[in-house]
């Protein structure tokens, strides 16, 4: 630590053995004095000769401290005068400079924030969604993807890119990509599209939040499901939506609690052929109710079909979209239940005459998707592989989930109730009364079983207590052995009725 002299006596201390190069610790030692006001604007600081020789160093590093000062604006050079602090800083300097001087962190709340931020909870990583394993939500069979196929397909993209291929691309998204979508969607889920109506966004939940800026208004009421997913809740929330729950039976989304809670709301988020967290489809009769409400009060529905590819007992259900006569649907599907997560690309089908509200919205936000991955995923799809790759999956998680279920009788008969359809990716399942499916979830974590808790999927009051339970990243040889440690954790909080 040294003591300098030059009209003004200030404290620089360097460490030789610090991890910090030695212009890093004289910078951060002016930076802080002035930050911290112990120098102020116009204040005069030693010469580099006069600096370096009272530290006992090479000039070298000095200069580079003073040449970065200089650069960022905290010193000026006056000709034939010297260096100074710089005499435009403000005499109260208010900002955080991250150094280690600061004793506490600023209290939670007392940041000035967009009233959007303030509508959701603080972001934290819950102990359901921290692994990967047993009963994990929307995990696939990482194992059984066709990795070599897909990194052949890389190595074709990257190597000699044409220029076109970096710069910038069209909001909508790569074009050939969107017409390999577009006779998917058309002979798979029935949805009656043309390319120039398919939007590539970065998953469902940009696909939704895409839509909510473009349909919805601060105050707008929104039916959500009743228990539904809790990520949409969250958008539209911030979205400054008011949500309005409305219940799920074994045919889907009751439109007539809806009508009579809310006859006018600006819209509807619904999954109709596969419903989370309960599983349940949708009725012919509810899907007609659906739509006519739709058309009479002027209102959209935005259907997310994120896993329908994937059913068991029957041919995949047929779009709501594809029944569609008066351009009301939004529909948004995923690849990250078909592929992988990470892989971040999803897709809108528009109405015709929203395409261009739509492509504003998108370019404003983040312009466009990466060009890599859809051009992979357009030759996967077009060369036949996603096609094979669906056909293989769905035998695969049909035998899982198979095993899953009697599993679950094996070690729970009827005391657990298992809810929805033959199809997806999870099934739920009900707990008898007296169990509270939150503190067994962390409990689970703890013995690394990834299950879901479904209370949480309710907007209001819970109405039931159980799980959500994954069953495609699980091998069926496994799929015994995970129950039989989950019924460990349950009768940890409780004696379960006897089987029957």
């Not at 390999?180 to 939940?205: F, K």
């Not at 357009?378 to 096609?387: I, L, N, Q, S, V």
Request: overall charge positive; aromatic content about 8%.
């Amino acid at each position: 630590m040294k003591r300098i002299s030059g009209g003004f006596s200030l404290v620089i201390a360097v460490d030789r053995r610090a991890k910090d190069p030695l212009h890093k610790q004289i910078y951060d030692a002016f930076r802080s004095m002035i930050v911290g006001r112990r120098l102020r604007a116009g204040e005069q600081i030693p010469s580099t000769r006069t600096l370096a020789s009272d530290l006992k160093v090479s000039r070298i590093p000095v200069l580079t401290a003073y040449s970065q000062l200089l650069a960022e604006g905290y010193f000026e050079a006056r000709a034939g005068a010297g260096t100074f602090v710089c005499s435009s800083l403000p005499d109260q300097v208010t900002w955080n400079t991250g150094s280690a001087t600061r004793s506490t962190p600023p209290l939670a709340g007392s940041r000035a924030v967009g009233r959007r931020a303030l509508l959701l909870p603080p972001y934290q990583r819950i102990p359901w969604l921290r692994g990967v394993g047993a009963f994990s939500v929307s995990q696939p069979a990482y194992d059984q993807f066709p990795f070599q196929i897909w990194s052949k397909l890389i190595l074709r993209h990257c190597r000699n890119p044409h220029a076109s291929q970096l710069h910038y691309g069209n909001p909508l998204g790569l074009e050939p990509l969107r017409e390999a979508i577009c006779t998917y969607l058309g002979t798979s889920r029935a949805v009656r599209c043309d390319p120039q109506q398919v939007m590539i966004v970065s998953g469902s939940q940009q696909a939704l939040e895409i839509s909510s800026r473009v349909l919805l208004d601060p105050g707008n009421a929104v039916w959500m499901e009743e228990p539904g997913y809790w990520l949409t809740r969250q958008v539209l929330t911030a979205a400054g939506c008011r949500l309005i729950p409305v219940p799920v039976d074994n045919e889907g989304l009751d439109v007539a609690v809806g009508i009579k809670a809310c006859r006018k709301a600006r819209a509807v988020y619904v999954a109709p052929s596969h419903q989370y967290p309960i599983g349940a489809t949708m009725s012919a009769s509810r899907r007609l109710q659906l739509l006519a409400w739709a058309e009479s009060s002027g209102s959209w529905i935005i259907e997310d079909d994120y896993d329908s590819e994937y059913r068991y007992g029957s041919m995949p259900i047929a779009s709501l979209q594809g029944l569609d006569s008066n351009s009301r649907v939004i529909y948004i599907g995923t690849f990250s239940k078909t592929l992988f997560p990470s892989l971040r690309i999803g897709y809108i089908v528009i109405p015709q005459d929203l395409v261009s509200r739509f492509a504003a919205v998108r370019h404003a936000m983040d312009i466009t998707s990466p060009y890599l991955y859809q051009a992979v995923l357009t030759d996967f799809m077009k060369e036949g592989h996603y096609a094979r790759h669906i056909r293989r999956m769905r035998l695969l998680y049909e035998k899982r989930r198979q095993a899953l279920v009697a599993a679950i009788r094996e070690e729970f008969g009827s005391a657990l109730e298992v809810l929805g359809s033959e199809a997806g990716m999870h099934l739920a399942v009900t707990l008898p009364k007296g169990f509270r499916d939150m503190e067994i979830t962390k409990h689970a974590a703890q013995e690394k079983l990834w299950i879901a808790p479904l209370s949480p999927a309710y907007l209001g009051k819970p109405v039931r207590q159980g799980f959500i339970l994954g069953f495609g990243s699980t091998p069926t040889s496994q799929m015994a052995h995970a129950v039989r440690r989950l019924k460990a954790v349950i009768l940890a909080h409780g004696k379960l009725p006897a089987k029957e």
